[in-house]
């Protein structure tokens, strides 16, 4: 389908902003960090923190041409259903509603014709929804949680986590308004037990005030700190509607799917 890419879904588009607006796009998490308190230790908020040249390569693999396909590859609701375990993968998992099928949206949508198909009706089988970026990397949309999923869910999402051999990196989607829910501590504690590494991103960010989302992300850097081994202790911010964070997000799936190596620091 014709569709046109939204405003900034390309670098191009967001390098012709003023500075700080570029800023607060390609690094969300670093233009909160002139509203810190002075002394506030922002180690944390610098370790993945890639040049224009990486950022570039990364989009790159994410517009599709003829001889670089991206499609959606198949679901599955069982693990002898999933795609042979070929190439570096990737998974997103999160509470329903978390804004995971927007931001799967947003990182393809240099690639209209990817279609990220939705199964929110009631009732509906669940599935764990593959992509094909070329010959590069999988991508997985692994199918909403929440306090009323289905056993035989819970079960999927824990034998993929668990036998998955391909998989790089797992993304845990939190709401950056509402911060950590239940649901979120029972992903965290599954992450934990299978020592799985993951990458926490906060979505929404558009939708919360400066302070609360500064509030958020304090508490979580400290929750991860605290509790987490697996973790990644950078967090990723994004908004899939103003497209903050999206470029910064498919620079770290390159690079943890290893194809982007060395990663300049910017
Ligand atoms: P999913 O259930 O995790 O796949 O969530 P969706 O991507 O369907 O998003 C759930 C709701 O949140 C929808 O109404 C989206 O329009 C909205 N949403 C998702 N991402 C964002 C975002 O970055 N900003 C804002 N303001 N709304 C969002």
Do not use: W
């Not at 593959?130 to 929440?146: A, I």
Request: aromatic share 8%; glycine share 6%.
């Amino acid at each position: 389908s014709g569709r046109a890419p939204p405003p900034l879904a390309a670098l191009s588009q967001v390098l012709r902003l003023e500075r700080s607006r570029r800023t607060g796009i390609v690094f969300p998490l670093q233009k909160l960090e002139r509203y810190l308190a002075p002394g506030t230790d922002t180690a944390r908020f610098r370790l993945f923190q890639p040049g224009l040249a990486a950022l570039q390569r990364a989009e790159a693999l994410f517009r599709s041409d003829r001889g670089h396909p991206i499609d959606y590859v198949s679901s599955a609701v069982r693990m002898d259903h999933a795609p042979p375990p070929a190439l570096p993968e990737v998974c997103f998992i999160g509470r329903s509603n978390v804004g995971k099928s927007s931001l799967i949206r947003a990182l393809f949508s240099l690639s209209p014709e990817v279609e990220v198909r939705v199964s929110k009706t009631p009732g509906h089988t669940k599935k764990m929804n593959f992509f094909k970026v070329g010959k590069y990397f999988t991508l997985v949309d692994m199918p909403g949680y929440g306090y009323r999923s289905p056993q035989d869910f819970v079960e999927m999402v824990e034998a993929y986590l668990q036998e998955r051999r391909n998989l790089k990196r797992t993304f845990l989607l939190v709401d950056g308004v509402v911060g950590l829910q239940k649901t979120d501590h029972t992903a965290v504690e599954m992450l934990e037990e299978f020592g799985i590494p993951y990458v926490m991103v906060l979505t929404k960010i558009d939708r919360a005030s400066r302070g609360l989302l500064l509030k958020n992300v304090l508490e979580i850097q400290e929750f991860v700190k605290e509790n987490t081994q697996g973790c990644f202790p950078q967090l990723f911010l994004v908004s899939s509607v103003e497209f903050s964070g999206v470029h910064l997000l498919r620079c770290l799936v390159a690079h943890v799917t290893g194809n982007l190596p060395t990663v300049e620091t910017s």
